[in-house]
């Protein structure tokens, strides 16, 4: 009401100097009415640009910064004006552009916290709208299967081609209900994953349907490759141990069953009896194996740390191994080594991974054969050692699982000489638990080399 009071005072008093102007050009100067009211208007005019340049600046600058609020600009400065409505109208524009800074930055440190979160999962979420189109992936999914980074605003199906999922989410839009399933992705490298779809709901207004409510969808993905790696591992393993206890212990009651039924009245007994012998140390070797096995992968599982010298140990495990080469005729020698070198090693478990290797290596090692162990001394503070033979080999297809559980090569042979099929892995468990790798090279019928490194002992 002030301003307004004061822009109907300012024309009242200028229409009165108009008109006061005009008298004095009629009577004074005998002007015409026309003409004197003409030059009272060209005289007035400046006057009146000023007056109402004056009375409108604190409007221009009022839009203005209306303006600059709309466009986004929030930093602005309070401007002090002479009268209180443009001075509270100032303040009250000044104090929305506060707010707005301060939710602005308020959603933008919210999106960032999400953006962090999502970064931060090892699982792949992938959000979609209401019409299935897809809004965000972050970059653990990117990462998993293997997709483009601009991938907003289209259907998973053009980008993961997945009928499965994208049938889940279109179900969780319609419904808004939530689906669990298990996927194999060829663009992921086969790959297995356990996806949970689940609609997101939004507020529904009155009279709206709750399938209406539904603004999008959100799937995650658990990689379980491991997981199902492992089952199958259990599985084969279960398969594995039942086998190999079955024939022993076949052997054993049938041959029990015959000595009972009369046979051991009979000049067959003695060798019945060496049979179940024999059968039954091929079940206390398995059982051991398993042990040691259990022992070496369980959580409290500790090695006895000491300085091992190196020629020690294979002289004391190459004179362990010799009557057993000689039975057959083959020669073990050993490469030269400096007399000072030596590991941080557990010297039993060391001792046992080369009384495997030799024992495996003589297993399938002809008569007449040679095994010669190696050590090298290598730039990077590591120490290579290797078995190597000139037996029967390995059939390339083959070298990439002997190192597993009860993996044979030739199941009929190996159970013929003995084996557990437990050896080579316990050679692995026991190298990486020593933070070493072990691996192996061979070509069938010109013999097998096994090598496993050791970090060298300090000083």
């Keep these: 009401m002030k301003i307004q009071s004061k822009w109907l005072f300012f024309l009242y008093s200028l229409l009165i100097l108009v008109l006061l102007v005009q008298a004095c050009f009629f009577f004074i100067l005998k002007a015409s009415p026309v003409l004197s009211c003409l030059l009272a208007l060209c005289l007035m005019t400046p006057l009146l640009f000023l007056l109402v340049r004056f009375l409108l600046t604190p409007l221009l600058t009022m839009t203005r910064k209306t303006k600059e609020l709309a466009a986004g600009r929030l930093e602005q400065e309070e401007r002090v004006f002479a009268d209180k409505e443009w001075r509270d109208l100032s303040k009250a524009i000044s104090e929305v552009s506060a707010q707005s800074k301060r939710r602005i930055d308020e959603i933008r440190r919210e999106e960032e916290y999400h953006q962090a979160i999502l970064g931060g999962m090892s699982e792949g979420v992938l959000l979609v709208d209401g019409r299935g189109h897809i809004l965000l992936v972050n970059d653990a999914l990117q990462r998993l299967i293997s997709i483009p980074s601009n991938v907003n605003d289209k259907t998973t199906l053009e980008i993961i081609r997945s009928v499965e999922l994208e049938e889940a989410i279109q179900e969780a839009l319609r419904k808004g209900t939530h689906k669990t399933f298990e996927m194999i992705l060829p663009s992921s490298g086969e790959r297995t994953f356990e996806v949970n779809v689940v609609g997101i709901p939004s507020s529904p207004k009155e009279g709206q349907q709750p399938a209406e409510a539904i603004r999008g969808a959100i799937a995650a993905f658990h990689d379980i490759s491991r997981l199902k790696n492992l089952e199958r591992i259990r599985q084969d393993f279960v398969a594995n141990v039942s086998h190999e206890l079955r024939?022993?212990?076949?052997?054993?009651?049938?041959?029990?069953?015959?000595?009972?039924?009369?046979?051991?009245?009979?000049?067959?007994?003695?060798?019945?009896?060496?049979?179940?012998?024999?059968?039954?140390?091929?079940?206390?070797?398995?059982?051991?194996?398993?042990?040691?096995?259990?022992?070496?992968?369980?959580?409290?599982?500790?090695?006895?740390?000491?300085?091992?010298?190196?020629?020690?140990?294979?002289?004391?495990?190459?004179?362990?191994?010799?009557?057993?080469?000689?039975?057959?005729?083959?020669?073990?020698?050993?490469?030269?080594?400096?007399?000072?070198?030596?590991?941080?090693?557990?010297?039993?478990?060391?001792?046992?991974?080369?009384?495997?290797?030799?024992?495996?290596?003589?297993?399938?090692?002809?008569?007449?054969?040679?095994?010669e162990v190696s050590v090298d001394e290598k730039e990077d503070r590591q120490i290579l050692f290797s078995v190597k033979d000139n037996g029967i080999g390995i059939p390339k297809e083959d070298l990439s699982r002997i190192f597993e559980r009860f993996y044979r090569v030739d199941k009929g042979r190996s159970q013929e000489m003995g084996g557990t099929g437990l050896g080579l892995s316990i050679v692995k468990h026991i190298v990486q638990t020593h933070g070493g790798r072990v691996w192996a090279e061979s070509q069938p019928g010109k013999g097998s080399t096994f090598y496993f490194n050791l970090p060298k002992s300090p000083g």
């Design 247 to 371: 024939t022993p212990l076949t052997t054993i009651k049938g041959y029990a069953e015959t000595l009972l039924e009369g046979a051991w009245k009979e000049e067959v007994a003695f060798r019945f009896v060496q049979v179940i012998k024999k059968q039954a140390d091929r079940l206390t070797k398995i059982v051991e194996d398993l042990l040691t096995l259990s022992g070496i992968e369980s959580k409290g599982f500790h090695l006895k740390i000491e300085r091992v010298s190196i020629p020690d140990l294979i002289d004391d495990v190459i004179e362990f191994e010799r009557r057993g080469a000689e039975k057959k005729g083959i020669s073990i020698s050993r490469s030269e080594i400096l007399s000072g070198l030596s590991v941080q090693a557990d010297r039993n478990y060391l001792e046992q991974v080369f009384i495997n290797l030799l024992d495996n290596a003589i297993k399938y090692t002809p008569e007449g054969g040679r095994i």
